[in-house]
């Protein structure tokens, strides 16, 4: 939110610096997004302070607003804007606009005047000016009113043309599908039902809560205009304004949710300023408010505030400050007070908000520090985090580069099991992934143009799914992972492939399981530990489940001397064509404890042993001794199987 300070003050009646007041609105909540500039115009000029609008405050977003907070946190009057205080003129009922609305469940409010006889021009240079230094460019004096008052207030307006009118009236409705509306800005947008429309005579208009048409924009042949000021449903603000990529600052406004009750000193405001600077006539119209709002009373106990912030605030105090914050109270004793929440308060909802209110208001700076007298608490820490972080350590150490790639993902039509979001920013990246592998694959193409060949990553994250077609909580699920990209572009796909099982090697090695086999399963390579899978394994990554590696981590790791060294040992078998090794190495490796690991290399030897056979490759790495006692034991193990040994 940026905040003219020469405009500020116009409201809050105080001499300091603008870098003394971004302190104090800091103090506030609102921390300066960029650093203070000036703006300046001819004979008119400001410093500006744009300001960092985290919290769900409705009346941040405008000027009025914040200078309420500010002039609370200064303990000095706050000063309301001049409105129309004067009676609306009668107008016959063939002059009226008449609002109808079909779609009560988008439109909580349309409140509208009528204005006659009114000369439109340039504005005037304060009026541009603080436009301008704010972000918005003048166009001519109704439409810089209306975007005055929006920014003055935070209750977005608009202006159009009766002139344009084919018919005297406003239906507001769902839009139909294959309509179309042209925008102020030129820009034409196909609509659907999801949308909801400001109609004249049959045709859109305005859409609704988003953007005006150019259809009855308001220019300098302009003498009559209807003025409105609304209120709708803000979700389908939101969605609507993100699914056509409007994002604009009435946009901004309705997407917090804005009182109903704001129209009132929006349009009272608009008046008198349209009256000053444009003429004419106002003239009463119909305000469509079939539900109105009621008043939010809450209760504050004043031992609650002391509970929260450990300092002893004075009762008297703590109403000063609530009444400075618009508060009303209602009734009130020495225990707690009953006060009635401003309209504009929407963001108020249960006793700690306003707690914070007073410790805000009161400065956050002051509540005491001390030390802490009791034992610090119990580390609450999800195991699992731990583990990943213990997970990330072993991949760095195995030479591997971590990457977080985006989980939102192009959505494919044809997998039932991935979750679409309803709200995504981008159509295009509407799906959440059900894969890491994608991710990091893209990840790989930046490091080939940097002409890196040896490309080792990992990723720890989530991947998401779906079972079934309700949209119940139940039904969703994410899996926690370690996805691993392994691939040099100098090497075989076969070379990669072996690269790849032996850094899977290292990773569990370092995490002490070392039972695991590879099983090829469903045409897939499934890595096992028992029955549990762990996770599967291709030629260039694998994946792993974390919390099924946190499951069978924990075997002790075994002890080498200092004094023995690795050896290596090949054996080669002749088995059949589909013959799957996963199990037979498995079995193997119990057989010594010295044996550290076994690769396996397929070799096709189809002149030397035939086309239904294979020449399985076993590579034993074992700890230094003899191994020719293994190696009989071995060879007995590979006869049961059925297995020959070649020599």
């Not at 909540?29 to 302070?49: A, C, F, H, N, R």
């Not at 977005?156 to 294959?178: G, T, V, Y």
């Not at 760095?396 to 989980?407: F, K, L, Q």
């Not at 059949?576 to 397929?602: E, F, M, Q, T």
Request: glycine fraction near 6%; hydrophobic fraction near 35%; charge should be negative.
């Amino acid at each position: 939110m940026k905040i003219p300070v020469e405009w500020l003050k116009e409201y809050v009646n105080i001499k300091k610096s603008s870098a003394e007041i971004g302190k104090a609105f800091t103090s506030i909540g609102l921390m300066l997004d960029k650093p203070i500039y000036e703006y300046k115009g001819q004979g008119y000029s400001t410093e500006v302070l744009d300001l960092e609008h985290r919290m769900d405050r409705s009346d941040w977003l405008s000027v009025l607003g914040c200078a309420r907070d500010l002039a609370a946190f200064e303990n000095v009057p706050l000063k309301y804007p001049d409105t129309y205080i004067g009676e609306l003129r009668e107008s016959d009922e063939s002059q009226k606009v008449p609002i109808i609305v079909e779609c009560p469940d988008l439109v909580n409010r349309f409140n509208t005047v009528i204005f006659k006889n009114i000369r439109v021009g340039e504005s005037p240079e304060w009026l541009k000016y603080r436009l301008e230094a704010y972000g918005i460019a003048s166009i001519n004096n109704i439409v810089d009113i209306t975007n005055y008052v929006m920014v003055e207030t935070g209750q977005p307006m608009h202006a159009q043309d009766l002139a344009k009118f084919q018919k005297r009236e406003i239906l507001i409705r769902r839009a139909r599908k294959d309509e179309k509306i042209t925008t102020l800005l030129g820009e034409v947008i196909e609509l659907n039902d999801e949308y909801f429309v400001l109609t004249q005579d049959g045709k859109p208009i305005v859409l609704g809560g988003i953007v005006g048409g150019i259809s009855t924009a308001v220019d300098n042949k302009t003498t009559e205009i209807v003025l409105d000021a609304g209120n709708y449903n803000q979700i389908n603000i939101r969605k609507s304004s993100r699914r056509c990529k409007i994002q604009n600052e009435t946009v901004l406004r309705y997407d917090k949710y804005l009182n109903p009750k704001l129209t009132e000193l929006a349009l009272m405001r608009a008046i008198k300023l349209i009256l000053e600077n444009a003429g004419g006539e106002v003239y009463k119209n119909m305000d469509w408010y079939p539900s109105p709002t009621a008043d939010k009373n809450m209760v504050l106990r004043y031992d609650r505030v002391s509970r929260l912030s450990g300092m002893q605030i004075e009762p008297e105090k703590v109403k000063r400050i609530l009444k400075s914050l618009e508060y009303k109270i209602l009734e009130e004793n020495n225990t707690e007070i009953k006060l009635q929440v401003p309209h504009f308060r929407t963001d108020v909802a249960v006793e700690d908000d306003l707690v914070a209110d007073v410790l805000r208001i009161n400065d956050y700076a002051n509540i005491p520090v001390s030390f802490i007298k009791n034992s610090p608490p119990k580390e609450i820490t999800p195991e699992i985090y731990n583990f990943e972080e213990e997970l990330r350590e072993i991949c760095v150490r195995a030479g591997m580069h971590e990457h977080i790639s985006d989980p939102l993902v192009q959505p494919n039509p044809e997998d039932k099991t991935q979750v679409i979001l309803e709200n995504a920013i981008s159509a295009e990246k509407s799906g959440l992934r059900t894969e890491g592998y994608s991710g990091l694959e893209n990840v790989s193409d930046t490091y080939v143009k940097h002409k890196i060949k040896d490309i080792k990553l990992f990723e720890i994250g989530k991947i998401y799914s779906k079972i079934g077609t309700q949209t119940k909580l139940e039904n969703f699920t994410e899996t926690r992972i370690l996805e691993v990209y392994n691939k040099n572009i100098d090497l075989s796909l076969k070379e990669n492939s072996g690269n790849t099982v032996r850094l899977l090697s290292t990773v569990m090695r370092d995490l002490g399981i070392v039972n695991y086999r590879i099983d090829y399963l469903d045409g897939k390579s499934v890595i096992l530990v028992d029955e549990d899978t762990l996770g599967e394994i291709r030629h260039t990554d694998f994946n792993l489940l974390t919390e099924m590696l946190l499951k069978h981590r924990g075997q002790p790791h075994r002890i080498i001397s200092e004094y023995r060294v690795v050896k290596t040992e090949d054996i080669s078998v002749i088995v059949p064509k589909a013959y799957k090794s996963g199990p037979l190495v498995h079995r193997l490796k119990s057989v010594d404890n010295n044996i550290i690991d076994i690769h396996c290399l397929i070799e096709e030897l189809e002149s030397l042993i035939g086309p239904e056979s294979k020449n399985l490759l076993l590579k034993f790495s074992y700890l230094g001794g003899s191994f020719s006692q293994t190696k009989e034991k071995i060879i007995e193990i590979l006869g049961t199987e059925g297995l020959t040994v070649r020599r």
